[in-house]
């Protein structure tokens, strides 16, 4: 036995780094995967604020300023271009990540160009807010309830996608929960719509 390990003591060394180069070659995969998943969750999160703050241009057009029409109007057509541009750079940048998601996401942003886009064209044809009471917008005046089913299939593409086995572990159905969307960014300075 002695001889043997006698024999074998000049591969040690070499058996000995091509474990530890092993180790680390995994431990860079695993690090990079982490990587790549993070990267992908900012992705589908900044995909679906632009769809939420597109959504919120309904509220803010209603609460335009009176005093300050002309204004108003650039200010806010220079945030919808804004908003509009970031929507459709992620509409290309999902569908390249993730088409799955990607499909989904198609299906959020023309659904809530759909309604929110119509609600916008009916605030700019109202007057705007005259006092802090007209603050307060019903579901009467601005409906977004047609987005929650549209938002909630977005939120399970983006989570059967992100899960650990993929579309695998989606096969088996699961009991629908309710849409909780994350806490909305804090807005800019000049550029957020304001509470809704």
Same mark, same amino acid.
């Given at each position: 036995?002695? =001889?043997?390990?006698? +024999?074998?003591?000049?591969?040690?060394?070499?058996?000995? %780094?091509?474990? *530890?180069?092993?180790?680390?070659?995994?431990?860079?995969?695993?690090?990079? #995967?982490?990587?790549?998943?993070?990267?992908?969750?900012?992705?589908?999160?900044?995909?679906?604020?632009?769809?939420?703050?597109?959504?919120?241009? %309904?509220?803010?057009?209603?609460?335009?300023?009176?005093? &300050?029409?002309?204004?108003?109007?650039?200010?806010?057509?220079?945030?919808?271009?804004?908003?509009?541009?970031?929507?459709?750079?992620?509409?290309?940048?999902?569908?390249?990540?993730?088409?799955?998601? !990607? +499909?989904?996401?198609?299906?959020?942003?023309?659904? *809530? #160009?759909?309604? $929110? !886009?119509?609600?916008?064209? =009916?605030?700019?044809?109202?007057?705007?807010? $005259?006092?802090?009471? %007209?603050?307060?917008?019903? *579901?009467?005046?601005?409906?977004?309830?047609?987005? &929650? =089913?549209? #938002?909630?299939?977005?939120?399970?593409?983006?989570?059967?996608?992100?899960?650990?086995?993929?579309? &695998?572990?989606?096969?088996?159905?699961?009991?629908?929960?309710?849409?909780?969307?994350?806490? %909305?960014?804090?807005?800019?300075?000049?550029? !957020?719509?304001?509470?809704?």
């Amino acid at each position: 036995m002695a =001889d043997a390990i006698k +024999a074998l003591g000049p591969y040690a060394a070499v058996f000995a %780094a091509l474990v *530890t180069g092993l180790v680390l070659g995994v431990q860079a995969r695993i690090g990079r #995967r982490a990587q790549l998943q993070e990267r992908k969750q900012e992705l589908f999160a900044s995909a679906y604020e632009a769809s939420i703050q597109y959504a919120e241009m %309904a509220y803010a057009v209603r609460r335009r300023r009176a005093d &300050a029409a002309a204004e108003e109007r650039v200010r806010l057509s220079e945030q919808l271009r804004e908003i509009q541009s970031r929507l459709t750079w992620h509409e290309a940048w999902v569908r390249f990540e993730a088409p799955e998601v !990607g +499909a989904a996401y198609d299906e959020l942003v023309a659904r *809530t #160009r759909t309604v $929110a !886009g119509q609600s916008m064209k =009916d605030a700019w044809r109202s007057a705007p807010v $005259a006092d802090d009471t %007209a603050m307060v917008i019903p *579901t009467s005046v601005v409906d977004l309830r047609a987005l &929650a =089913d549209v #938002r909630e299939r977005y939120m399970a593409a983006v989570e059967a996608h992100l899960r650990p086995g993929g579309r &695998a572990l989606r096969l088996i159905p699961r009991p629908r929960r309710a849409l909780q969307p994350p806490p %909305a960014p804090a807005p800019r300075p000049g550029t !957020g719509p304001g509470p809704t």
